[in-house]
Nanobody
Framework: QVHLVESGGGLVQAGGSLRLSCAAPERTFNSERWAWFRQAPGKLREFMAAISRSGANTYYTNSSVKDRFLISRDNAKNTVDLQMNNLKPEDTAVYYC?????????????????WGQGTQVTVSS
């Protein structure tokens, strides 16, 4: 089974920044869409951001996230990043990267076949 590997999570104060990275050491995903989801305790996994195969198109769950987060990919390195700025306590969650069929609905978890193990992001007030 192919695994994605996230890194970059941690503890940060409100207003701070973190950069999450996701790598796919076992195969390339240049033909797939990448995305980031997050899951807080007791809540469903929710879509945060996605990026098209070329990187030309990006999608965010809402304007607040779009104003603070930036998704990017490097097809040469087979990686995707999520730069998170002005973090808030409500951003606290486990963040997951995913890769999947570019034709599927980008905001649905079931659209993605490959997932990382998750990285914890904790924002203190």
């Amino acid at each position: 089974q192919v695994h994605l590997v996230e890194s970059g999570g941690g503890l940060v104060q409100a207003g701070g920044s973190l950069r999450l990275s996701c790598a796919a050491p076992e195969r390339t995903f240049n033909s797939e869409r990448w995305a980031w989801f997050r899951q807080a305790p007791g809540k469903l996994r929710e879509f945060m951001a996605a990026i098209s195969r070329s990187g030309a198109n990006t999608y965010y769950t809402n304007s607040s996230v779009k104003d603070r987060f930036l998704i990017s990919r490097d097809n040469a390195k087979n990686t995707v990043d999520l730069q998170m700025n002005n973090l808030k306590p409500e951003d606290t969650a486990v963040y997951y990267c995913a890769a999947g069929d570019y034709r599927a609905l980008y905001y649905l978890p079931n659209s993605y076949s490959y997932w990382g193990q998750g990285t914890q992001v904790t924002v203190s007030s």
